[in-house]
């Protein structure tokens, strides 16, 4: 790569592989943490929009993992962002949980499933960006004119 090609790249591809793994490791925690707060949104009424935007979040922060490191920094996220989630959904206080799953009542669909379809979504949305082709991972550099 020439000087301009690497001057063209985010922040984070430029550093070295140290701090690009513990960006990618806290990138993973983040978004997992911010997508357990917000993957019930309208799932009371059965309108799951908090689960696509936690999806979403998953999904920009892998490609972001991947783009940056490869496959080993979709696999620093991977770890990162289950841990923190399952992590969240293991640990509660007071009969309080972040993360919950399976009801004895009837209620909505994904009332019952959010917390479910959101621990193994996350899992496997980023298992299947594992293999798509790396060159949709790729940050072209800029054109010199």
Known sequence: MSINSVESLPWSHRQSALVKSLITILAGALAA?????????????????GLGLAFLLI??????????????GLALHLIASSA???????????????????FQSEMPFFSQHAGYIWLYGLVLVQVAMLVLPARWF?????RSH
């Open 84 to 102: 923190t989630a399952w992590g969240l959904a293991l640990t509660t206080t007071s009969g309080n949980a972040l993360i919950v799953a399976g």
């Open 33 to 49: 943490f911010v997508g357990t707060f917000a993957h019930r949104m309208g799932a009371s009424a059965n309108i799951p929009y």
């Open 138 to 142: 790729a940050i072209p550099a800029k």
């Open 59 to 72: 999904m920009l922060s892998t490609w972001c993992a991947r783009s940056r490191m490869g496959t080993v």
